[in-house]
């Protein structure tokens, strides 16, 4: 029981850190995206 309730603490850490950083790549994704359509509609 304490190595299960042990372990989940660093796995999460890590899976919110992979998370923020696809998080921060679909928003440029999106900005660009923005970006390339307001050019494209001048």
């Known amino acids: 029981m304490n190595v299960a309730s042990n372990l ?3 796995p999460t850490y890590s899976e ?3 998370y923020m950083v696809y998080d921060n790549t679909v928003d440029f994704i999106k900005n660009l ?3 390339v359509k307001k050019v ?3």
């Open 40 to 42: 494209f509609m001048l």
């Open 33 to 35: 995206m923005y970006l």
């Open 8 to 10: 989940p603490e660093e």
């Open 16 to 18: 919110s850190k992979i």
